[in-house]
Protein backbone atom coordinates (compact mmCIF):
# COMPACT_ATOMS: atom_id res chain seq x y z
CA UNK A 1 0.00 0.00 0.00
CA UNK A 2 1.15 3.70 -0.56
CA UNK A 3 1.13 5.72 1.64
CA UNK A 4 -1.28 8.59 1.31
CA UNK A 5 1.19 11.69 1.98
CA UNK A 6 1.65 14.05 -0.91
CA UNK A 7 5.27 14.91 -1.32
CA UNK A 8 4.43 18.69 0.22
CA UNK A 9 3.93 17.04 3.09
CA UNK A 10 6.84 15.30 3.48
CA UNK A 11 8.97 18.70 2.66
CA UNK A 12 7.05 20.40 5.22
CA UNK A 13 8.09 17.69 7.89
CA UNK A 14 11.57 17.80 6.51
CA UNK A 15 11.45 21.72 7.07
CA UNK A 16 10.17 21.46 10.60
CA UNK A 17 12.18 19.02 11.30
CA UNK A 18 15.30 21.27 10.27
CA UNK A 19 13.83 24.20 11.92
CA UNK A 20 13.96 22.18 15.39
CA UNK A 21 17.61 21.75 14.64
CA UNK A 22 18.77 25.59 13.80
CA UNK A 23 16.08 27.28 15.63
CA UNK A 24 14.77 28.99 12.81
CA UNK A 25 13.47 28.71 9.32
CA UNK A 26 11.68 30.49 6.38
CA UNK A 27 10.21 29.11 3.54
CA UNK A 28 7.78 30.96 0.38
CA UNK A 29 6.47 30.29 -2.15
CA UNK A 30 6.18 32.62 -5.53
CA UNK A 31 4.72 31.86 -9.04
CA UNK A 32 7.17 31.73 -12.10
CA UNK A 33 8.55 29.60 -15.32
CA UNK A 34 4.23 28.83 -15.13
CA UNK A 35 4.82 27.00 -12.03
CA UNK A 36 4.87 27.38 -8.35
CA UNK A 37 8.26 27.86 -6.80
CA UNK A 38 8.99 27.27 -3.48
CA UNK A 39 11.84 28.48 -1.29
CA UNK A 40 12.89 27.25 2.42
CA UNK A 41 16.22 28.44 3.89
CA UNK A 42 17.62 28.42 7.58
CA UNK A 43 17.57 32.33 7.98
CA UNK A 44 15.56 33.68 10.05
CA UNK A 45 14.17 36.41 8.09
CA UNK A 46 13.26 36.56 3.98
CA UNK A 47 15.75 38.86 2.31
CA UNK A 48 17.52 35.90 0.65
CA UNK A 49 14.64 34.38 -0.28
CA UNK A 50 12.95 37.74 -1.87
CA UNK A 51 16.35 38.06 -3.58
CA UNK A 52 15.99 34.87 -4.93
CA UNK A 53 12.37 35.17 -6.42
CA UNK A 54 13.58 38.46 -8.21
CA UNK A 55 16.26 36.14 -9.80
CA UNK A 56 13.91 34.53 -10.98
CA UNK A 57 12.01 37.02 -12.41
CA UNK A 58 15.29 38.47 -14.53
CA UNK A 59 15.90 34.78 -15.45
CA UNK A 60 12.34 34.90 -16.88
CA UNK A 61 13.35 37.69 -19.19
CA UNK A 62 16.03 35.71 -20.61
CA UNK A 63 14.63 32.14 -20.93
CA UNK A 64 10.81 32.71 -21.97
CA UNK A 65 9.81 31.58 -24.81
CA UNK A 66 6.36 33.29 -24.78
CA UNK A 67 7.35 36.48 -23.48
CA UNK A 68 7.75 39.08 -25.87
CA UNK A 69 10.05 41.01 -23.60
CA UNK A 70 12.65 37.97 -23.27
CA UNK A 71 15.98 37.24 -25.39
CA UNK A 72 14.71 33.91 -26.25
CA UNK A 73 11.54 35.56 -27.67
CA UNK A 74 14.19 38.28 -29.54
CA UNK A 75 16.06 35.68 -30.77
CA UNK A 76 13.18 33.31 -31.95
CA UNK A 77 11.93 36.40 -33.78
CA UNK A 78 15.97 36.50 -35.59
CA UNK A 79 16.99 39.84 -34.40
CA UNK A 80 19.64 38.83 -31.71
CA UNK A 81 23.26 37.76 -32.83
CA UNK A 82 24.84 38.04 -29.63
CA UNK A 83 23.69 36.34 -26.80
CA UNK A 84 24.12 37.43 -22.68
CA UNK A 85 26.48 35.18 -20.92
CA UNK A 86 23.71 32.87 -18.64
CA UNK A 87 21.97 32.70 -22.60
CA UNK A 88 25.60 31.51 -24.26
CA UNK A 89 25.81 28.87 -21.35
CA UNK A 90 22.26 27.58 -21.35
CA UNK A 91 22.49 27.35 -25.11
CA UNK A 92 25.95 26.02 -25.46
CA UNK A 93 24.87 23.30 -23.21
CA UNK A 94 21.48 22.82 -25.15
CA UNK A 95 23.30 22.02 -28.44
CA UNK A 96 25.89 19.60 -27.08
CA UNK A 97 23.26 17.73 -25.46
CA UNK A 98 21.13 17.95 -28.64
CA UNK A 99 24.01 16.01 -30.34
CA UNK A 100 24.91 14.08 -27.43
CA UNK A 101 21.15 12.72 -27.30
CA UNK A 102 21.02 12.20 -31.14
CA UNK A 103 17.95 14.70 -31.29
CA UNK A 104 15.79 12.66 -28.37
CA UNK A 105 16.31 16.25 -26.84
CA UNK A 106 16.33 19.08 -29.07
CA UNK A 107 16.62 22.60 -28.38
CA UNK A 108 14.71 23.76 -31.36
CA UNK A 109 11.81 22.05 -30.81
CA UNK A 110 9.89 24.92 -30.30
CA UNK A 111 7.22 25.02 -33.01
CA UNK A 112 6.04 21.38 -32.08
CA UNK A 113 5.55 22.35 -28.15
CA UNK A 114 3.67 25.72 -29.82
CA UNK A 115 1.85 23.19 -31.69
CA UNK A 116 0.57 20.69 -29.46
CA UNK A 117 0.11 23.60 -26.58
CA UNK A 118 -1.06 21.40 -23.73
CA UNK A 119 -2.19 23.51 -21.86
CA UNK A 120 -4.64 24.93 -23.83
CA UNK A 121 -5.67 22.28 -26.42
CA UNK A 122 -8.50 19.29 -26.26
CA UNK A 123 -7.68 17.61 -29.21
CA UNK A 124 -4.80 16.27 -30.72
CA UNK A 125 -3.30 18.59 -34.03
CA UNK A 126 -4.01 16.46 -37.19
CA UNK A 127 -0.91 14.53 -39.24
CA UNK A 128 -0.59 17.27 -41.74
CA UNK A 129 -0.07 20.13 -38.70
CA UNK A 130 2.31 17.64 -37.30
CA UNK A 131 4.53 17.32 -40.37
CA UNK A 132 4.35 20.97 -40.91
CA UNK A 133 5.53 21.93 -37.45
CA UNK A 134 8.38 19.01 -37.41
CA UNK A 135 10.15 20.58 -40.68
CA UNK A 136 12.08 23.58 -39.03
CA UNK A 137 12.73 21.19 -36.15
CA UNK A 138 16.44 20.08 -36.28
CA UNK A 139 19.50 21.62 -33.84
CA UNK A 140 21.78 21.10 -36.71
CA UNK A 141 20.55 24.70 -37.75
CA UNK A 142 22.54 26.15 -34.69
CA UNK A 143 25.50 28.43 -35.60
CA UNK A 144 27.73 29.97 -33.00
CA UNK A 145 29.90 32.95 -33.69
CA UNK A 146 28.47 34.79 -34.92
CA UNK A 147 24.85 33.25 -33.01
CA UNK A 148 22.33 32.38 -35.67
CA UNK A 149 19.19 30.03 -35.23
CA UNK A 150 19.76 29.05 -38.66
CA UNK A 151 15.57 29.89 -39.55
CA UNK A 152 14.85 27.37 -36.71
CA UNK A 153 12.92 28.04 -33.07
CA UNK A 154 13.96 27.80 -29.67
CA UNK A 155 12.48 25.94 -26.76
CA UNK A 156 14.69 25.80 -23.42
CA UNK A 157 11.76 24.42 -21.43
CA UNK A 158 13.40 21.11 -20.82
CA UNK A 159 16.72 22.90 -19.48
CA UNK A 160 16.52 26.46 -18.05
CA UNK A 161 14.63 25.55 -15.49
CA UNK A 162 17.60 23.96 -13.80
CA UNK A 163 19.82 26.32 -15.11
CA UNK A 164 18.00 28.57 -12.73
CA UNK A 165 17.92 26.67 -9.78
CA UNK A 166 21.97 25.47 -9.77
CA UNK A 167 22.14 29.66 -10.31
CA UNK A 168 19.83 30.02 -7.15
CA UNK A 169 21.98 27.42 -5.20
CA UNK A 170 25.19 29.28 -5.80
CA UNK A 171 23.63 32.23 -4.49
CA UNK A 172 23.02 30.95 -1.66
CA UNK A 173 25.71 28.87 -0.96
CA UNK A 174 27.68 32.29 -1.70
CA UNK A 175 25.65 34.39 1.01
CA UNK A 176 26.58 31.63 3.46
CA UNK A 177 23.17 30.03 3.84
CA UNK A 178 24.23 26.59 4.13
CA UNK A 179 20.90 24.94 4.66
CA UNK A 180 18.37 25.21 1.18
CA UNK A 181 15.55 23.63 -0.66
CA UNK A 182 14.85 25.16 -4.03
CA UNK A 183 11.65 24.02 -5.93
CA UNK A 184 10.96 25.21 -9.10
CA UNK A 185 7.91 22.91 -9.59
CA UNK A 186 9.50 19.65 -8.72
CA UNK A 187 12.61 20.44 -9.94
CA UNK A 188 14.62 20.43 -6.46
CA UNK A 189 17.67 21.77 -5.61
CA UNK A 190 19.05 21.20 -1.89
CA UNK A 191 22.01 22.83 0.38
CA UNK A 192 22.54 20.72 2.76
CA UNK A 193 20.87 17.21 3.08
CA UNK A 194 17.46 16.46 3.04
CA UNK A 195 15.08 13.56 2.04
CA UNK A 196 12.42 14.15 -0.45
CA UNK A 197 10.11 12.10 -1.87
CA UNK A 198 9.02 11.01 -5.77
CA UNK A 199 5.73 11.49 -6.68
CA UNK A 200 3.51 8.42 -8.17
CA UNK A 201 3.08 8.97 -11.57
CA UNK A 202 0.07 6.63 -11.58
CA UNK A 203 -1.57 8.75 -8.51
CA UNK A 204 0.58 12.49 -7.85
CA UNK A 205 -0.74 12.92 -4.88
CA UNK A 206 1.00 9.99 -3.67
CA UNK A 207 4.74 9.89 -2.59
CA UNK A 208 6.06 6.55 -4.50
CA UNK A 209 9.70 6.41 -2.78
CA UNK A 210 12.10 8.66 -1.08
CA UNK A 211 15.37 9.77 -1.49
CA UNK A 212 18.61 11.41 0.40
CA UNK A 213 20.30 14.22 -1.51
CA UNK A 214 23.18 16.32 0.04
CA UNK A 215 23.89 19.23 -2.12
CA UNK A 216 21.80 17.76 -5.07
CA UNK A 217 19.65 18.11 -7.64
CA UNK A 218 16.81 15.84 -8.41
CA UNK A 219 14.96 16.34 -11.71
CA UNK A 220 11.94 14.21 -12.60
CA UNK A 221 9.55 14.48 -16.06
CA UNK A 222 6.75 12.64 -16.35
CA UNK A 223 3.41 12.73 -17.77
CA UNK A 224 0.89 13.12 -15.15
CA UNK A 225 0.85 17.16 -14.54
CA UNK A 226 0.58 18.80 -18.14
CA UNK A 227 -1.74 16.66 -20.16
CA UNK A 228 -4.72 16.34 -21.68
CA UNK A 229 -6.88 13.33 -22.70
CA UNK A 230 -8.73 12.78 -25.88
CA UNK A 231 -10.80 9.71 -27.06
CA UNK A 232 -9.17 7.63 -23.59
CA UNK A 233 -5.61 8.70 -24.83
CA UNK A 234 -3.10 10.89 -22.94
CA UNK A 235 -1.54 13.30 -24.31
CA UNK A 236 1.48 15.27 -22.35
CA UNK A 237 4.14 17.97 -23.04
CA UNK A 238 7.17 15.88 -23.41
CA UNK A 239 7.58 15.58 -27.95
CA UNK A 240 9.53 13.22 -29.35
CA UNK A 241 11.14 15.36 -31.80
CA UNK A 242 12.17 12.60 -34.39
CA UNK A 243 8.03 12.05 -34.99
CA UNK A 244 6.41 15.56 -33.45
CA UNK A 245 4.25 13.53 -31.50
CA UNK A 246 3.92 13.44 -27.81
CA UNK A 247 6.72 10.64 -26.31
CA UNK A 248 5.96 6.86 -25.94
CA UNK A 249 8.79 5.65 -24.58
CA UNK A 250 7.25 2.93 -22.27
CA UNK A 251 8.18 5.33 -18.82
CA UNK A 252 6.25 6.69 -16.18
CA UNK A 253 8.27 8.80 -15.41
CA UNK A 254 12.32 9.33 -14.18
CA UNK A 255 14.20 11.10 -11.89
CA UNK A 256 17.68 11.98 -12.37
CA UNK A 257 20.01 12.87 -9.56
CA UNK A 258 23.26 14.78 -9.93
CA UNK A 259 25.22 18.16 -8.84
CA UNK A 260 23.71 19.57 -11.41
CA UNK A 261 20.21 20.54 -12.25
CA UNK A 262 20.53 21.42 -15.59
CA UNK A 263 22.21 18.37 -16.16
CA UNK A 264 19.72 16.62 -14.34
CA UNK A 265 17.13 18.62 -15.93
CA UNK A 266 18.45 17.72 -19.80
CA UNK A 267 18.71 14.17 -19.21
CA UNK A 268 15.19 13.57 -17.41
CA UNK A 269 13.66 15.06 -20.58
CA UNK A 270 15.94 13.06 -22.60
CA UNK A 271 15.82 9.51 -21.10
CA UNK A 272 11.75 10.15 -21.43
CA UNK A 273 11.81 10.42 -24.47
CA UNK A 274 14.42 7.73 -25.10
CA UNK A 275 13.13 4.98 -23.15
CA UNK A 276 15.25 2.54 -20.53
CA UNK A 277 18.17 1.95 -22.45
CA UNK A 278 18.64 5.74 -22.04
CA UNK A 279 19.39 5.24 -18.62
CA UNK A 280 23.56 5.10 -20.09
CA UNK A 281 23.29 8.53 -20.77
CA UNK A 282 23.65 9.26 -16.97
CA UNK A 283 27.51 8.29 -17.41
CA UNK A 284 28.62 11.24 -19.44
CA UNK A 285 27.91 13.32 -16.28
CA UNK A 286 29.63 13.40 -13.40
CA UNK A 287 27.96 11.71 -10.10
CA UNK A 288 24.95 11.76 -12.33
CA UNK A 289 22.04 9.05 -11.14
CA UNK A 290 18.38 7.95 -12.33
CA UNK A 291 15.81 6.29 -11.51
CA UNK A 292 12.85 5.02 -13.58
CA UNK A 293 9.29 3.95 -13.03
CA UNK A 294 8.30 1.75 -16.36
CA UNK A 295 4.12 2.19 -17.18
CA UNK A 296 4.03 -1.02 -15.72
CA UNK A 297 5.35 -0.12 -12.56
CA UNK A 298 8.29 -1.66 -12.84
CA UNK A 299 11.68 0.36 -10.76
CA UNK A 300 14.72 0.74 -12.86
CA UNK A 301 18.06 2.41 -11.19
CA UNK A 302 21.25 2.73 -12.40
CA UNK A 303 24.27 1.29 -10.40
CA UNK A 304 24.01 1.40 -6.73
CA UNK A 305 21.42 3.92 -6.62
CA UNK A 306 19.27 2.23 -3.55
CA UNK A 307 22.62 2.87 -1.45
CA UNK A 308 23.66 5.75 -2.66
CA UNK A 309 20.60 7.75 -2.10
CA UNK A 310 18.91 5.54 0.74
CA UNK A 311 16.17 4.48 -1.46
CA UNK A 312 12.68 3.39 0.16
CA UNK A 313 9.61 2.64 -1.85
CA UNK A 314 6.70 3.71 0.20
P1 LIG B 1 8.83 20.14 -16.95
O1 LIG B 1 8.81 21.35 -17.79
O2 LIG B 1 7.49 19.62 -16.59
O3 LIG B 1 9.75 20.27 -15.79
P2 LIG B 1 10.71 18.73 -18.66
O4 LIG B 1 11.93 19.20 -17.96
O5 LIG B 1 10.73 17.30 -19.07
O6 LIG B 1 9.40 18.95 -17.84
O7 LIG B 1 10.58 19.65 -19.94
C1 LIG B 1 9.48 19.62 -20.78
C2 LIG B 1 9.48 20.89 -21.58
O8 LIG B 1 10.63 20.89 -22.45
C3 LIG B 1 8.29 21.05 -22.48
O9 LIG B 1 7.27 21.78 -21.87
C4 LIG B 1 8.87 21.75 -23.70
O10 LIG B 1 8.96 23.14 -23.44
C5 LIG B 1 10.27 21.21 -23.78
N1 LIG B 1 10.42 19.94 -24.55
C6 LIG B 1 9.49 19.00 -24.83
N2 LIG B 1 10.01 17.97 -25.50
C7 LIG B 1 11.33 18.27 -25.67
C8 LIG B 1 12.42 17.60 -26.31
N3 LIG B 1 12.28 16.42 -26.89
N4 LIG B 1 13.65 18.22 -26.29
C9 LIG B 1 13.82 19.42 -25.70
N5 LIG B 1 12.84 20.09 -25.10
C10 LIG B 1 11.60 19.52 -25.05
MG1 LIG C 1 13.88 18.47 -18.14
Not at 118 to 131: H, L, M
Request: charged content about 20%.
Amino acid sequence: MKKTISLFFILIFLLTAAACTSGQRTARQAFAFDTVINITTDEKDSFSINQAFEKCRSYEKIFSRTDSESELYAINQGSVTQLSADMQTVMKFSLEFSRLTDGAFDVTVAPLVELWNINGRTVPPSEKEIKEALSPVGYEKIQFEPFSAGGAAIDLGAVAKGYIADRLTEYFSQSGITNVIVDLGGNVAVLGEYTVGIRNPFNPGQVFATIKLKDKSAVTSGAYQRYFEYQGKRYHHIIDPRTGKCAESGIASVTVISPSSMHADALSTAIYVSGTDALTLCSNFPDTDALIITVDGEVITTENFEKKYDLRIE
